[in-house]
């Protein structure tokens, strides 16, 4: 059974390029939960997308954008690069219908570098 | 706003001794609790989770906490650590159960021979 899987595990971009990320859930997952993890400080919450449509969004700029796929994979973009920019990317998928055991699963995360 | 304080950034504790982690998080609705840990260049794997029944719940590895709502806290504890337990954990809180994680900023826990 794979868990989440996530590509590129690493990633170095110039200031003002646009990156892509992708994820696909752990199989049974309908959810799926991007997150950023700047070194040395805890995961903060991006945003979540369900049914294709994001869901909940936390405290980013309209720069991040993402899209979920019919099978459940994710894409999270980041136009315009920033240095500030430059973290662990994580993503996390559940199953909606788990809402009050919404337990978490994550993936190794793609190490993303802004030059 | 709701925030999740983890108590202590670093933890060093020698192998075989007990350890407990803090955790305390601000929240006037229900919540969701949950340990997670890190090891070096990895994602976040799940130790522990509190959705609701007893306050004492138990994890992978030996590990167990308790929610304790009078004091809003959710520590960490492990009665005797391994070298591999070496890691950085982050306590999350999930708030009303619609998946969005907050996270504290972490304690590295560092296990000395």
């Known amino acids: 059974d794979a868990g989440v899987t996530q590509s590129p595990t690493h990633l170095i971009k110039t200031r003002g390029q646009q990156v892509t990320l992708r994820c696909s859930p752990k199989?049974?997952?309908?959810?799926v939960s991007w997150y950023q993890q700047a070194l040395g400080q805890g995961p903060q919450f991006i945003f979540q997308?369900?049914?294709?449509?994001?869901?909940q969004r936390g405290n980013f700029p309209d720069r991040f954008s993402g899209h979920q796929f019919p099978n459940y994979s994710s894409e999270l973009n980041v136009n315009a690069l920033l240095l500030g920019d430059s973290a662990l990317y994580l993503c996390?998928?559940?199953?909606?219908?788990?809402?009050?055991?919404?337990?978490?699963?994550f993936g190794a995360g793609t190490r993303l570098s802004v030059l | 706003a709701q925030s999740v304080t983890q108590l202590d950034s670093q933890v060093p504790v020698f192998e075989e001794a007990p350890v407990e982690l803090r955790c305390n998080y601000s929240?006037?609705?229900?919540?969701?609790l949950f340990w997670y840990v890190q090891y070096p260049n990895q994602g976040l794997q799940l130790l522990l989770k509190?959705?609701?029944?007893?306050?004492l719940v138990k994890g992978i590895n030996g590990f167990e906490a308790e929610f304790n709502k009078s004091q809003t806290s959710f520590h960490l504890r492990k009665p005797s650590v391994h070298i591999s337990d070496t890691a950085e954990y982050f306590c999350a809180v999930d708030l009303g159960g619609g998946g969005k994680l907050i996270f504290g900023q972490g304690t590295e826990l560092s296990v000395k021979p």
């Open positions: 509190y959705l609701s029944g007893s306050t």
């Open positions: 929240s006037s609705v229900s919540v969701y």
């Open positions: 199989s049974g997952h309908d959810t």
């Open positions: 997308y369900y049914e294709e449509e994001e869901r």
């Open positions: 996390a998928s559940s199953r909606v219908f788990d809402v009050a055991k919404n337990i978490q699963y």
